[in-house]
């Protein structure tokens, strides 16, 4: 499904991060393979480092830390936020909303939206596009879109499929009405048949947790993990992105009347660099414009991946210059999502740790 | 180019035996993993890029499947 939009931006993007730093060498004897084989596997997947929440820290508690820096340094105004967006699959509860929550602990005004969404490796793109929606109101004038998830104490420590990359970390974009008339572009795609590609089997209402669900059982590969773990079905993921992504940027950029050349950036998930790079030679991308140093240093944190890459790669850059930035995310869904914008002129783009 | 990709499984898995006609994938004697891995060194030890989309457990199933994806993928 295409979207367009006229007269929104990007102002801000913050990038929380756990102060935590796990290498993959320290968890490489939980993993039931061979240590060559493992060491392998890290260079051509590119793990390396990846930041995990603290024992008791929430998704929403990154979220709270974010804010708060931005309040404390002037960089948002409190009364100005006319909606504010959280985008996980980690929420704090079932019920309430943890955007209400957040709400609630800074005092925000009343007359505003809270709005949960559950997406993951393509939340950002969903969730800028929500914002975008909403910004389409004469009431809404800023937006806070806040991406977070803390999914490392629902992975087996000893699945090797996923553990290595899986990452814990939050992002607040500011996303705001503007005077610039330039097209942004959109494309959303779901396919709901291959939704059990990623998943976590029990603590829902269909599959409570019991003892039962927490028992770890081995798989063909030799990785060990219960029904409360997080499961992925790598091949199916892999096929997925390899067969589906391309054709969206093709289109995205057909739509934008863009070809590759003129994009400065593509910004987009991180889940391996392998996959990374084999998108970026489907779409002819040449890698230094598609930067895939964030599973290596930070791991994948799913929607938080491309906003982290975008103050990771440009920082102060993006502060003062501006850039045509294709983004992309898929993942759990399955969904696979694409945004084209010209980005530029923030009042902050960086990453603090908490 | 058939003796090459045994070597490069057999230093990939010790374990097996290569030159035996099976479904590598069907006896369990890859893994997704393994997979990876070999599209790896079959990039460097050919110099080719291997399509995204043909990385499917199918094509490196046997010695022939391997043979002909590297074809397709243009190596003489």
Not at chain 1, 108 to 132: P, R, S, T, V
Request: some cysteine.
């Amino acid at each position: 499904m295409d979207f367009k939009f006229k007269n929104k931006k990007v102002s801000g993007i913050l990038t929380i991060l756990p102060k935590r730093v796990v290498t993959f060498e320290e968890e490489m004897g939980n993993y039931n393979f061979p240590e060559k084989k493992s060491l392998r596997l890290k260079k051509v997947m590119g793990y390396n480092t990846h930041r995990v929440a603290a024992e008791g820290q929430c998704s929403s508690d990154f979220c709270i830390a974010g804010l708060q820096y931005l309040f404390d340094n002037n960089l948002l105004n409190k009364d100005e936020i006319d909606a504010l967006l959280f985008v996980s699959q980690s929420p704090d509860y079932f019920m309430p909303p943890t955007s209400n929550l957040i709400q609630g602990h800074f005092g925000l005004k009343h007359d505003m939206i809270c709005l949960d969404i559950n997406q993951g490796c393509a939340g950002f793109e969903i969730g800028l596009i929500q914002a975008f929606m909403l910004l389409e109101q004469e009431s809404v004038h800023k937006v806070v879109l806040m991406n977070a998830d803390v999914l490392s104490p629902k992975v087996s420590i000893h699945d090797r499929n996923s553990k290595p990359l899986i990452g814990d970390a939050a992002a607040v974009t500011i996303v705001e009405k503007g005077n610039d008339d330039k097209e942004i572009f959109c494309s959303v795609n779901m396919d709901g048949t291959g939704a059990k590609s990623l998943m976590i089997p029990a603590g829902g209402f269909r599959m409570p947790c019991t003892e039962e669900t927490a028992v770890e059982h081995e798989d063909e590969a030799g990785n060990l993990r219960s029904l409360n773990n997080l499961v992925m079905q790598g091949d199916d993921v892999f096929n997925f992105v390899q067969r589906e992504v391309p054709p969206m940027i093709s289109h995205l950029l057909e739509r934008s009347g863009f070809s590759v050349e003129d994009i400065d950036w593509f910004m987009f998930h991180q889940p391996n660099k392998f996959m990374l790079n084999k998108l970026a030679d489907a779409i002819g991308v040449p890698y230094e414009k598609m930067p895939s140093n964030i599973v290596e240093n930070f791991g994948n944190a799913s929607g938080v991946t491309v906003p982290t890459t975008i103050s990771y790669n440009l920082g102060e850059r993006l502060e003062k210059e501006s850039f045509k930035v294709c983004m992309a995310g898929f993942g759990v869904g399955l969904t696979w999502s694409s945004i084209m914008m010209e980005m530029g002129s923030l009042k902050f783009n960086k990453i603090i740790e908490f | 180019m058939k003796e090459k990709i045994v070597e490069i499984l057999t230093e990939l898995r010790p374990e097996f035996d290569f030159t035996e006609e099976v479904n590598f994938i069907e006896e369990g004697m890859l893994d997704s993993f393994d997979i990876v891995s070999l599209v790896d060194e079959l990039e460097t030890n050919f110099n080719v890029k291997i399509d995204g989309v043909d990385i499917i457990p199918e094509n490196f199933s046997s010695i022939d499947s391997i043979e002909t994806l590297l074809k397709k993928n243009g190596v003489a």
